[in-house]
């Protein structure tokens, strides 16, 4: 499985590809009033189905997630030292780059070993798209920012910050690492569902 994936990494794939591939299953699949759940880099993915698919959704839920504005990139969102190898696997021709061991998300001891098994290179492309926006994330009637405090990250700290000052979005702090959902997944399930 994990070489099939890797196998459709090319050099074309970025965050539009990634918005279709959602944006088209909601709409095959006659999807309505849907809990949109976006985690990590796929923050900026449920920004951009919102743009598209706005009336599908009735609640979205950034979990530990990049909040973006519009223009914003993944390369432009990332610590420093994401940003480096971002630029010098681009720069070397790369089509992606490696993705951390899972000790640097906090995945609890007992499933390193299953979530290392399932990790695949994340394509480069996706770093450099920028996102556009209109405004349609603001219009969804529920908003809801999960953010996990056993990971650092400033970009989602200040999210979270942002969110909290505004009374549209809900805001959850849960002491636990970046994969709560395999940390943590009942007390993510009934967040989930309390956010719809």
Request: net charge negative; with cysteine.
């Amino acid at each position: 499985m994990v070489q099939l994936l890797s196998s459709m990494i090319s050099a074309q794939v970025d965050i539009n590809t990634h918005v279709t591939d959602i944006v088209n299953v909601i709409k095959f699949e006659s999807l309505d009033n849907i809990v949109l759940v976006g985690h990590s880099y796929a923050g900026l993915i449920i920004t951009g189905v919102a743009e598209q698919i706005g009336s599908a959704i009735s609640s979205i839920v950034y979990l530990d997630a990049f909040l973006p504005d519009d223009g914003d990139t993944l390369v432009n969102s990332s610590p420093e030292k994401v940003r480096a190898a971002t630029f010098a696997a681009r720069d070397r021709g790369e089509i992606s780059r490696a993705i951390p061991p899972v000790a640097f998300f906090g995945v609890n001891e007992k499933d390193e070993a299953w979530v290392s098994s399932k990790l695949t290179p994340h394509p480069l492309g996706t770093s450099f798209t920028p996102i556009k926006m209109t405004g349609a994330r603001e219009k969804i009637a529920k908003k809801t920012f999960i953010r996990t405090t056993g990971y650092q990250s400033p970009f989602f700290d200040k999210a979270l910050a942002q969110c909290r000052i505004d009374k549209t979005w809900r805001t959850f702090e849960i002491a636990t690492g970046h994969d709560i959902m395999v940390n943590m997944p009942d007390e993510l399930s009934n967040l989930i569902l309390d956010a719809a």
